[in-house]
């Protein structure tokens, strides 16, 4: 269980989701590693892999939580496209640098 210690909570009208250093900063369920932005992209509001209660159960939360994520994403959808954002920069910059730094003689094609 991830520990709320440092965390703070970016707006008070969303008491259940809290921000520190872990994950760069981004919002993400008091007590828990998983981000606004991990459950607003599985379930989209109905239209994305898992319903609201499918990932509640698959990921051992309240239900209330995944509304609590999805609410404050929307509030906030600046701030979560942001973090989008550096999230795909983050990636973008891993996938530039694995080739670069891969030790000489190892073929990723073998």
């Known amino acids: 269980?991830?520990?709320?210690?440092?965390?703070?909570?970016?707006?008070?009208?969303?008491?259940?989701?809290?921000?520190?250093?872990?994950?760069?900063?981004?919002?993400?369920?008091?007590?828990?590693?998983i981000t606004v932005l991990d459950i607003y992209e599985q379930?989209?509001?109905?239209?994305?892999?898992?319903?609201?209660?499918?990932?509640a159960e698959t990921f051992q939360l309240a239900v209330a939580d995944v509304y609590a994520a999805?609410?404050?994403?929307h509030a906030h959808e600046e701030e979560m496209e942001d973090h989008r954002e550096a999230r795909d920069q983050a990636s973008a910059d891993l996938r530039e640098?694995?080739?670069?730094?891969r030790p000489a003689g190892i073929n990723p094609n073998e």
């Open 97 to 101: 640098r694995i080739p670069r730094d």
């Open 70 to 73: 999805l609410a404050y994403y």
């Open 1 to 33: 269980m991830a520990t709320d210690r440092d965390a703070d909570v970016p707006d008070p009208d969303h008491p259940r989701i809290v921000a520190d250093e872990m994950f760069g900063g981004e919002p993400r369920i008091r007590g828990r590693r």
């Open 43 to 55: 379930v989209k509001e109905g239209d994305g892999e898992l319903s609201p209660d499918e990932f």
